[in-house]
């Protein structure tokens, strides 16, 4: 049971309340939490439950209290567990929750298998001109990307997309630690070169970088994918 479902299933506790009741009180049938229990949760379906639960969506999503009040803006929002069948039209790409991206003074990385995916559209992807089997999702922290990127923020990055085009954001390692910047290229001490740029204003905290390909070398340096996506919420005005 995966962390979305056992939320759900305390709430209905709470409410002495059965799956197959609480579909029915939202208006499907008996037999929708089959589904549900493997994670296949809409955006509409969930929005119901939160307001028949009394819940919070950002809650029943993260379990983290911060998060009250936000709005899904995802059009799908699904987890996915081995063994689980991946719904038509989709393509399930791994999400490492563990992994995290530096938007600010760097984060140490250690990779590990996962579980979890997240869903996307098929048709996303191709007019995202994104490869379903090199794309990774990951989290944000720091926030030298802000407000582009968020702390806490998940983000998917294409691996197989490493050639450097000025102005766009990519994911790089810097030895174990991995940061998200936009790049540009930089040929000032040699071909192969490039700057790495925050969006965040505050210069002194977050100056821009410059790998030549001598630091390249010594610093371990590689590019790890392209920016294509990110997840986003926002806190309801009451």
Not at 141 to 150: A, N, T
Request: hydrophobic letters at 35%; glycine letters at 8%.
């Amino acid at each position: 049971m995966n962390d979305l479902v056992s939320r759900i299933d305390s709430s209905l506790k709470e409410k002495k309340m059965s799956w197959s009741a609480a579909a029915i009180a939202i208006g499907l049938s008996a037999q929708a939490p089959t589904k549900w229990k493997k994670g296949q949760i809409g955006k509409e379906t969930l929005e119901d439950l939160a307001n028949l639960l009394e819940k919070d969506i950002g809650w029943l999503l993260t379990g983290d209290e911060s998060k009250r009040n936000a709005e899904i803006t995802n059009k799908q929002v699904s987890l996915w567990s081995d063994g689980d069948d991946v719904p038509l039209g989709y393509v399930a790409i791994d999400f490492y929750n563990e992994v995290s991206v530096s938007a600010g003074y760097g984060y140490m990385n250690q990779e590990q298998q996962s579980p979890l995916k997240l869903w996307f559209r098929e048709d996303t992807l191709k007019d995202c001109n994104v490869n379903p089997a090199t794309a990774k999702v990951i989290n944000v922290r720091g926030d030298s990307m802000f407000p582009e990127l968020v702390d806490g923020q998940a983000i998917s990055v294409d691996t197989s997309a490493t050639r450097i085009y000025d102005g766009e954001i990519y994911a790089f390692l810097v030895g174990d630690d991995m940061k998200v910047k936009f790049l540009f290229n930089w040929n000032n001490e040699g071909m192969g070169g490039f700057k790495a740029v925050s969006r965040n204003d505050d210069k002194v905290r977050y100056p821009d970088e410059y790998y030549s390909p001598e630091r390249i070398k010594n610093e371990n340096v590689s590019i790890y994918g392209q920016y294509w996506w990110k997840s986003e919420t926002r806190k309801i005005r009451r």
